[in-house]
């Protein structure tokens, strides 16, 4: 039986190469990518706690919000290396509440924590107001409760407390999924954009 043998000859294969070898070292060095998924994570987080309608202790006290949530959005910063996207959240927003119980004790040199109890004192601490504006009084029901009084009414000020305890609270940020999303939707347009930068084909 005879057989009839067909040769293919491809060319143009070396530009092909010089193309493929653009994407993957676009691909390889992943700096761009995990500082567009930083800044694309922080920008989401973000609008998330400016979104957020939580106003609980403030109602509660009949206090206007202070918009201590906007300057946390604000103080949020993207950060990236070759290996790995963060979020940086400084510490003094409370947020790390969202990851676990958090602590709460008085700075150096101080006693007592200052709680607020009132409208007056929501969003500000003692030495907002002109010295000699409260009194020290302890409060008996079933256990001592020291507190900070107002001289001229004696409203309850502030809530003394030697350490506060804030439980867990994952709410105060957006959900694992909702930041994996984010990746994955920006190392989609990433890797779309890579492709379409490549020169075209003689």
């Not at 979104?51 to 918009?67: C, F, I, V």
Request: glycine share 8%; aromatic share 8%; hydrophobic share 35%.
């Amino acid at each position: 039986m005879s057989q009839d043998v067909i040769t293919i000859q491809v060319t143009g294969s070396e530009a092909t190469e010089r193309e493929l070898q653009c994407l993957v070292n676009g691909l390889s060095d992943r700096r761009v990518l995990h500082a567009s998924i930083a800044t694309e994570a922080t920008e989401m987080t973000r609008d998330y706690l400016t979104g957020l309608n939580r106003h609980r202790t403030a109602n509660s006290l009949g206090a206007e919000p202070t918009g201590f949530r906007d300057r946390n959005a604000v103080s949020l910063q993207p950060l990236s290396n070759g290996t790995a996207a963060y979020i940086l959240i400084p510490r003094n927003t409370g947020l790390g509440q969202a990851f676990g119980d958090q602590l709460i004790i008085p700075g150096t040199g101080k006693t007592y924590l200052t709680i607020p109890a009132c409208a007056r004192t929501y969003g500000k601490g003692v030495r907002d107001f002109p010295e000699g504006t409260f009194e020290f009084s302890i409060l008996h029901a079933h256990r001592i409760f020291p507190v900070l009084k107002f001289k001229d009414t004696g409203e309850i000020g502030y809530w003394l407390r030697k350490s506060v305890t804030k439980k867990q609270d994952r709410s105060l940020l957006p959900s694992n999924e909702a930041w994996t999303e984010v990746a994955r939707r920006t190392s989609v347009a990433y890797i779309r954009n890579t492709i379409q930068q490549l020169p075209a084909l003689p």
